[in-house]
Structures are given as C-alpha cells and as structure tokens.
C-alpha cells in the first residue's frame, strides 16, 4: 500500500473524509493529515526516558480514545507517531546529534546513548500495544478493503 501524497494535505480534514486517507507503509504521512497531526504532535517528544514514558503513554492514551470513537485514522496516527517516537530515538541513540549520514555520504560510526535507547524502547513498547490491537487490525484491514 502506497500513501497518497498528491492529497490536497493543507484543504482535507481526514477526520470528516476518512476516504480520502491511505495507510500507507511505516510513518508514510504522519506529519501531513490534518487534525490529527496538529492533536498528537504536540505531545511528541522522545529527549530523556521520562519524556518519551509520558508521551507514548499520552499518544497511546489518543489511539484509545480514537478507537472508542470508531476513528480508524485517527487510531492509524497515533500509531505512526508511536513509530516515529522509536525509529527518531533510535536515530540519536545511535549516532550523536541524530546524523547518521556525513556530508560526503559516507555513514558516521556508532555511538550508543543508552538514555536514547531508553526512550526507544518505551516507545516501542506502545508503538506495539497499538500495531497489535486486534481492533486496530481489523479496522485497518476494512479500511483498506473499502478505500484501498
């Protein structure tokens, strides 16, 4: 499944057109659908262990409180930034400043922060509580089916 990115982003509130929306592959859109990007974003952060415990609980808290709602997108969001959450801290987990790549191209050596890999696993924990819901799955599953 590819994710649309020739959608109108700036003019669609995907909540009030969830046909508009596509899955997509891994974080594909997680910082284009609107209101859901401007609803979680804010409580996004991942720069010590405390931080990403409160924000992954608080995003996972939404996806919750999106699946109560029959808000497959909205639940679909939440568990793009729970991801997003992992792969950014293992990003500056393993390499300072969150670089991977030098100038040149050339890939900078590990350095492990373990504080960062602390925050990557919280959020893995909950980014997998979400992408194994079995609710979430069968709603992904018909929302595919219905829209593609």
């Known amino acids: 499944m590819t994710f649309n990115y ?7 509130d995907f909540r009030k057109h969830p ?27 991942f720069k010590t262990p405390e931080m990403a ?14 699946k109560d709602n029959d808000d497959f997108v909205g639940m679909d969001m939440a568990r793009k930034f729970l991801q997003m959450g992992y792969t ?6 393993n390499y300072k400043g969150g670089k991977k ?4 191209g050339d890939i900078y050596k590990r350095q492990i922060n373990e504080e960062k890999a602390e925050s990557a696993a ?19 599953k018909e929302h ?5």
């Open 6 to 12: 020739d959608e109108d982003f700036e003019n669609t």
């Open 19 to 45: 046909e508009k929306y596509r899955v997509g592959r891994g974080e594909q859109g997680v910082l284009l659908v609107e209101p859901y990007k401007s609803e979680i974003l804010p409580y996004w952060r």
């Open 53 to 66: 415990k409160e924000s992954s609980e608080k995003i996972y808290h939404l996806f919750l409180e999106y």
């Open 88 to 93: 950014r801290a293992r990003r500056y987990a």
């Open 101 to 104: 790549y030098k100038e040149d």
């Open 122 to 140: 919280i959020f893995k924990e909950m980014w997998m509580a979400a992408k194994e819901d079995e609710e979430y799955f069968i709603m992904k």
């Open 144 to 148: 595919q089916k219905k829209y593609g």
